[in-house]
């Protein structure tokens, strides 16, 4: 489908301002922003306009009921500096994956894909110039229709923020495994990219970092005994030789990266095994020397690597060193800023001139 985007320009960058050695992380934001009102039935007007805040209704039944999904996705550039997404098509299928669970109307991936590819080449000078940084890419959905009762909303926005990100080193993490609260339970919206899965996640967040640990390892809601994910990430474990990942089981988030890295670990010739795993696996695993690394996958990382876990009062040791993470995160990024070939066509360039 052809669409036009409407593009109105800010009059001067903010660009010339930010020191993109000390980029404050999701604080800046690039000059525009890409926007679309759903109505009767039927998305309207997309364009790309300053970026600036938006006149709510306090009734928006975003606020009250919680109809509101994103995603996030990072623009890099290539060797011949032109801008490249990861994979976008991958964000648009899960955006519509998360609308269908959150009984809100499907954003059509064609524009979506063209809305981002639009932004980015209008913000490209933002992208920051330092090894392993990008620019952060938010599109999201919420309901603003104002109205007090339950049910689907029928005006929707659809936005796409942009916001620089500098450098990210990767420290060992430490995760706490929660056996008290949950993050998601199959059925449920873990599933989808929810923002109130988010809000749900913050308090156990907060207390596992005054215990001194950097995420929560979420376990299942039943037995408390299966891993799912962690914060931000999907996780993966090396026990003997072979990877093992937690399968889809319904509550787990779908990761891009995730998948990309099954993807790559198999092309590599790691044998990979998507399958339910309990944290008793990896405490004897841990026992008898078979845990040989893990790590967390996701957008905003890309690989963290895990060095411990503390599961009720003891702490299970998983590694001091991630090799097979570390060549990975390698070629991840290689391939993402041209300098690796890309085997599965993840890529998709962007004209430096479309805007
Ligand atoms: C809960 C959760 N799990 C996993 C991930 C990793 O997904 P992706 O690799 O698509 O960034 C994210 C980040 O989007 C997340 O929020």
Redesign the pocket.
């Known amino acids: 489908m052809e669409h036009t985007i409407k593009i109105t320009k800010i009059n001067k960058s903010k660009v010339d301002d930010l020191d993109f050695d000390n980029i404050p992380l999701g604080r800046t934001f690039t000059d525009h922003m890409f926007i679309c009102d759903y109505e009767n039935g039927q998305w309207n007007n997309p364009r790309i306009e300053p970026l600036e805040r938006i006149p709510t209704h306090p009734a928006a039944m975003a606020l009250h009921y919680g109809q509101a999904i994103f995603?996030?996705?990072k623009a890099t550039v290539d060797v011949d500096g032109s801008p490249m997404l990861f994979r976008p098509e991958?964000?648009a299928i899960?955006l519509n994956f998360s609308a269908d669970r959150m009984g809100m109307p499907h954003f059509p991936e064609d524009l979506f894909v063209e809305g981002l590819k639009q932004l980015v080449a209008m913000e490209q000078a933002w992208i920051p110039p330092q090894e392993g940084s990008a620019l952060y890419l938010r599109p999201f959905m919420y309901a603003d229709e104002p109205f007090i009762g339950m049910r689907a909303a029928t005006s929707y926005k659809f936005i796409i923020m942009a916001s620089p990100a500098g450098t990210f080193f990767s420290n060992r993490i430490k995760l706490y495994a929660e056996t008290k609260y949950i993050?998601a339970v199959d059925g449920g919206t873990?599933e989808a990219?929810a923002a109130g899965?988010?809000a749900a996640?913050i308090r156990p967040t907060e207390l596992a970092k005054a215990k001194g640990y950097d995420q929560v390892l979420w376990l299942d809601a039943v037995e408390h005994r299966y891993i799912q994910?962690?914060?931000?990430?999907?996780i993966f474990f090396k026990i003997d030789g072979e990877f093992i990942t937690p399968q889809r089981d319904g509550a787990?988030?779908?990761?891009?990266?995730?998948?990309?890295v099954i993807d790559l670990l198999r092309h590599k010739g790691f044998e990979v095994t998507e399958r339910a795993i309990t944290i008793d696996e990896i405490i004897e695993a841990s026992n008898n020397g078979t845990l040989e690394e893990a790590f967390?996958?996701?957008?905003?990382v890309g690989i963290a690597y895990i060095q411990d876990i503390g599961y009720k009062d003891q702490v299970i040791h998983v590694s001091d060193e991630s090799p097979v993470g570390l060549d990975i995160n390698d070629t991840l990024n290689g391939i993402k800023t041209g300098q690796i070939e890309d085997p599965f066509n993840w890529m998709v360039k962007i004209e430096k001139e479309l805007a």
């Open positions: 995603e996030g996705m991958k964000n899960r993050r873990g990219k899965n988010y996640a994910e962690v914060g931000t990430m999907n787990i988030l779908d990761g891009i990266t995730r998948m990309s967390g996958t996701g957008t905003a």
